[in-house]
């Protein structure tokens, strides 16, 4: 099956610094990718949508600008928190769209825990 | 609207029961709906999903039942078992976005 890993799978970094977060899968290329915020004990949150090449496409409410998005191949796509806050302390997870495949299957990421101190 | 319903928002089953979890949505444009499971740390993986044009899909023990004149889909889950302990979380996905609204979240106790 289609295997997307995410690396770390846990971060801890002080206020105001900058945290990477990659997502890539591993045996297929994702011609979409797509960021999620998962808060303790709640749904999963779209943050953006990325298409390899090109800019993110951000959901209403996500800055952009302190939750950068580069999909820079087929199979890998980074999420950076810049100025980390301890409100950004959460579970971020990734998928990817398999270009090849089912148009709408997402596979998931672990996820990451981030924890901003 | 792009909102997905969920209930029941925990429910507990004894071990060889049904767990049947509900879904409603009210946007007639979303027209594929996938079910995932989620372990505590983990990351959600897909169960089952559906396109509106079938009523019922199986898969093994999971069954999803589609009603798309009430806007509805529940999951059912048969013969329930302690391992299927965890949060499951119905989704919808709008025509030609390949977005997903996931809905709130079910936390599920099987218990032995």
């Known amino acids: 099956g289609a295997v997307v890993s995410q690396h770390p799978s846990r971060v801890i970094c002080k206020s105001g610094t900058s945290v990477k977060i990659e997502c890539r899968s591993l045996d297929f290329q994702a011609t979409t990718m797509f960021w999620y915020r998962q808060f303790p004990k709640q749904s999963l949150m779209l943050m953006a949508t990325s298409n390899e090449g090109s800019k993110a496409t951000y959901e209403q409410g996500v800055e952009k600008d302190k939750f950068l998005i580069n999909h820079a191949s087929l199979t890998l796509s980074t999420l950076t928190v810049t100025s980390a806050h301890p409100e950004d302390s959460s579970f971020y997870i990734c998928?990817?769209?398999?270009?090849?495949?089912?148009?709408?299957?997402?596979?998931f990421g672990p996820g990451t825990r981030l924890t901003v101190t | 609207q792009q909102q997905v319903k969920q209930s029941p928002q925990s429910l507990i089953v004894q071990k060889g029961g049904i767990s049947i979890i509900n879904c409603a949505y009210e946007n007639t444009a979303f027209d594929y709906f996938p079910w995932y499971q989620q372990f505590p740390g983990k990351g959600p993986a897909l169960l089952i999903a559906?396109?509106?044009?079938?009523s019922e899909k199986k898969e093994g023990r999971f069954t999803i039942s589609f009603n798309k004149s009430a806007k509805q889909f529940s999951l059912h889950i048969m013969d329930s078992q302690p391992g299927d302990s965890a949060t499951y979380f119905c989704a919808a996905s709008p025509d030609g976005t390949y977005k997903y609204i996931f809905g709130t979240g079910t936390r599920l106790k099987v218990l032995a």
């Open positions: 559906i396109r509106p044009d079938v």
């Open positions: 998928s990817a769209r398999d270009g090849q495949g089912s148009h709408y299957e997402q596979y």
